[in-house]
């Protein structure tokens, strides 16, 4: 019962809005058509019922020389603010909530939690929005990589990492570097957070150095803000820094790419192609021969790499000869006897 009932108040809530101030005007079946692209559903005669009940509250006015009728508020009704969040809108929250979290700045998710909460009371209110309700559990979003299960990190860590990089202030960490078991402690000055599939990185300085390393946020151990303001070196831009080879991304310009790849393989890159002058022609029986021209990248070779024997890189030549040598290696790898 208590559902129904906070169904119809937001639902009545939305309708207000919808109105406008006199002499303009709306009529019922507009309103159903708005409110039904906000998520909610409901017939063009309940809305008459509400409209009608609304206007011994409100200040509302109903046109009914001609129909369909037109409502407004009187031209007299003062503005008010009205509490409400469409179903649409607490969808898209909570949709944001759960892929941008470890994007967003801790202090600003605590200030964001009453929205959330609100989108959560709005999604569950009644049988009107459990149609846009239920859209959470028909979408998702599947990584083209191997899924990784993320590494715990400490609320505690995450915060006060945000916090630093939010405010501009130096962060005191105490880090444990994958290939040593010592924890060290040292003055960072972040610059940046970049997430590459299950792991997120804090990127920046240490001391007074202006060198840009990489710290794995779960092997933080322990973080700390400073009173002192951190420093930027130069120019600094982290797009431009990824793409100079942070996480494995270092762009050596551009290459004419071509390769020999089956048919199945091939299947999603007309639709999806690798660059805007890509060229697929006919080759082979069950092959097809694909031209375009991209980034040379480890991503790259990570991309071609999971084709297996179904691609062949014909161009460049450098790029063949890596593939070459790789593919001898495996050879002695799969005819050696399997340690037991």
């Keep these: 019962m208590m559902q129904n009932h906070n169904d119809t108040q937001l639902r009545q809530w939305a309708m207000l809005k919808c109105i406008p101030q006199y002499p303009r005007q709306i009529t019922a079946r507009e309103i159903t058509e708005r409110l039904a692209s906000e998520g909610f559903e409901v017939g063009k005669r309940t809305i008459e019922r509400d409209l009608l009940s609304l206007s011994g509250i409100f200040p509302l006015i109903s046109n009914d020389r001609s129909r369909p009728y037109g409502w407004s508020w009187s031209k007299d009704a003062e503005a008010f603010a009205l509490p409400t969040m469409s179903p649409l809108q607490a969808l898209t929250l909570e949709l944001a909530h759960d892929h941008l979290a470890a994007l967003l700045p801790a202090s600003l998710l605590d200030s964001l939690a009453p929205y959330f909460k609100c989108a959560e009371g709005v999604l569950n209110s009644g049988d009107g929005v459990k149609r846009l309700a239920s859209w959470r559990k028909k979408v998702a979003i599947v990584s083209a990589g191997q899924p990784l299960i993320p590494p715990n990190y400490p609320e505690e860590i995450i915060e006060a990492v945000h916090s630093a990089l939010l405010t501009g202030q130096q962060l005191e960490i105490s880090y444990t ?137 014909l161009e460049p030549t450098l790029l063949r000869d890596e593939f070459f040598n790789m593919a001898q290696s495996l050879h002695v790898i799969y005819h050696t006897e399997a340690p037991s």
């Design 177 to 313: 570097p994958r290939e040593h078991s010592e924890t060290k402690t040292y003055p960072a000055h972040p610059l940046g957070i970049v997430q590459r599939g299950a792991v997120t990185y804090l990127v920046a300085t240490l001391y007074n150095y202006t060198d840009i390393l990489l710290f794995a946020v779960h092997r933080i151990q322990a973080a700390k803000v400073l009173d002192q303001p951190s420093t930027t070196p130069e120019g600094f831009d982290i797009k431009h820094y990824i793409s100079q080879g942070a996480l494995g991304f270092e762009e050596n310009g551009l290459i004419k790419l071509v390769v020999r790849i089956t048919v199945p393989a091939a299947e999603h890159l007309w639709e999806t192609p690798l660059s805007l002058d890509q060229q697929i022609t006919p080759d082979q029986s069950g092959w097809v021969r694909l031209q375009a021209t991209v980034p040379d990248t480890a991503q790259l070779r990570w991309w071609l790499k999971g084709f297996g024997q179904e691609v062949e890189v």
